[in-house]
């Protein structure tokens, strides 16, 4: 059975770090590509990053590029995303999902096998 678990939200100040975890079980991360994305209330859900199966490429939103980095341990078949200088406007329910490639990362309607989400609220 496929199954993303997310871990590692929580309440942050602006300008803080937080560290999200993607634990992958019953595939094996070099054959799916795995993206975040994230949704606030009232709004859609936000392709954020993609990392590739070969984890050679990787893909930004522009809103996170330069803050958030997206890596990969394959011996622990997770996935990571590390969010630095964080706004309020980061904030949100977080979520990974696979996916055969990360060419339409933005797109989640290209994603499946969802996890069930972390919520990030970065407020002071």
């Known amino acids: 059975q496929l199954r993303l678990v997310e871990s590692g939200g929580g309440l942050v100040q602006p300008g803080g770090s937080l560290r999200l975890s993607c634990a992958a079980s019953?595939?094996?991360?070099?054959?799916?590509?795995i993206g975040w994305f994230r949704q606030a209330p009232g709004k859609e859900r936000e392709g954020v990053s993609c990392?590739?199966?070969?984890?050679?490429?990787?893909n930004y939103a522009d809103s996170v590029k330069g803050r958030f980095t997206i890596s990969r341990d394959i011996a622990k078949n997770t996935v990571y995303l590390q969010m630095n200088s964080l706004k309020p406007e980061d904030t949100g329910v977080y979520y990974c999902?696979?996916?055969?490639?990360?060419?339409?990362?933005?797109?989640?309607?290209?994603?499946?096998?969802w996890g069930q989400g972390t919520q990030v609220t970065v407020s002071s």
């Open positions: 999902a696979g996916a055969q490639s990360c060419h339409r990362y933005h797109d989640y309607l290209d994603f499946g096998s």
């Open positions: 019953g595939f094996s991360l070099d054959y799916s590509a």
């Open positions: 990392i590739s199966s070969s984890g050679g490429n990787t």
